[in-house]
């Protein structure tokens, strides 16, 4: 599994641009107009791990098999498109269907890119997008109790759980708050989720700035942040046309122009790192002489849960996980070389895995 993330923001903001340099594509049509983006854009890119390349020249590995991030360039919102204004409500349904929100903002200034509402402020350009989300979810939340109504005179409990989940997040959005403040327990998660409530996914601001302001920012920059911590949300500064101009290099070129910036690596890096802390997501591999592989968990994820991930029979017939920590795989030469001074350890069901743990799950079939 990786993860699903919507990019959204303003029209003019530096999206397609940006959804173009991450994927390496140009599907999505960059111009200087509102709703150039007419369907959702998808983008698959290989998650970069260093880590990956290291165990897979240890091991001889013949293929390396990166995990995957999924990118969704989403049509430019505007004022009112809870209520249709723009490309409306069909862009909302794509946000449901991501794992989180990654937020571009415009942070730079430029005459020849025209602003939809004629001014340079990402701070209310922020505004107005958690709005029309909040709007929207609202809308949707009043529909789904009024529909839960004969169910709850029925004592249905799956209703009665959803219209407290409901009644909760209207509670907050009516007082102009967004529902991912809903402090939800462990056992009413699964039914949170599937409520896909715009507002409850987390988001990552994406200050999108000037080349000569990558590495430090700006002052407008600065106010995001200020608005991201205040928020509890987080923020990554990129420049979406340093993305699209090293997106066109050679890797060692590209790394060349990277440090010729002052730049110590891509914004897909930084994006994807802020990404995963994020959603709480961690890494484990699966390494030998066919291929090494990285795959995505979420954090606490337990042994059985983590074969799940490869196939379900692995869940299933889960027997044990035969586990060496990265940092002892690589300072032990491999797993022979681990196995020989007691590195490598035999898991059971209960073992919460860890990031960068090196794993071989033994099951029934």
Not at 94 to 119: M, P
């Amino acid at each position: 599994m990786g993860f699903k993330m919507g990019i959204v923001g303003m029209p003019n903001v530096g999206k397609s641009t940006l959804f173009n340099a991450l994927t390496k594509t140009a599907s999505a049509q960059a111009a200087n107009f509102p709703f150039c983006t007419i369907e959702p854009n998808v983008g698959e890119v290989g998650v970069p791990d260093a880590r990956l390349d290291k165990l897979a020249a240890i091991a001889g590995s013949k293929q390396i098999i990166p995990t995957r991030m999924t990118f969704v360039d989403i049509a430019g919102l505007v004022k009112g498109a809870s209520k249709g204004e723009g490309l409306g409500n069909q862009f909302l349904a794509n946000i449901r269907e991501t794992d989180s929100i990654a937020h571009v903002l415009r942070c730079f200034e430029d005459g020849d890119v025209t602003h939809v509402e004629g001014r340079v402020d990402p701070v209310a350009d922020a505004a107005t997008i958690e709005t029309e989300l909040m709007l929207a979810d609202l809308e949707s939340v009043e529909k789904r109790r009024a529909n839960l109504v004969r169910k709850l005179k029925g004592n249905d409990k799956e209703a009665q759980q959803q219209e407290r989940l409901l009644a909760a997040a209207q509670a907050l959005l009516e007082d102009g708050k967004p529902a991912r403040l809903v402090e939800v327990d462990d056992e009413d998660l699964k039914a949170w989720k599937l409520l896909q409530l715009l507002t409850s996914k987390p988001v990552l601001y994406v200050c999108n700035v000037g080349e000569d302001e990558s590495v430090e920012g700006n002052a407008l920059s600065t106010k995001v942040a200020e608005m991201a911590a205040a928020e509890g949300n987080s923020h990554v500064i990129i420049s979406a046309q340093i993305e699209e101009e090293i997106s066109q290099l050679e890797p060692e070129e590209a790394q060349m122009f990277l440090e010729e910036m002052g730049l110590h690596e891509a914004g897909l890096d930084r994006l994807i790192r802020a990404g995963y802390e994020l959603l709480h997501l961690e890494t484990y591999f699966t390494v030998g002489p066919k291929e090494a592989r990285a795959w995505t968990i979420r954090s606490g994820t337990t042994a059985p849960q983590a074969a799940g991930v490869i196939h379900g029979d692995f869940e299933k017939g889960f027997i044990r996980a035969e586990t060496i920590a990265y940092d002892d795989f690589i300072a032990n030469d491999g797993e022979q070389g681990a196995k020989e001074v007691g590195k490598m350890r035999a898991e059971g069901k209960t073992y919460v895995v860890q990031d960068g743990d090196v794993m071989h799950f033994l099951f029934n079939t």
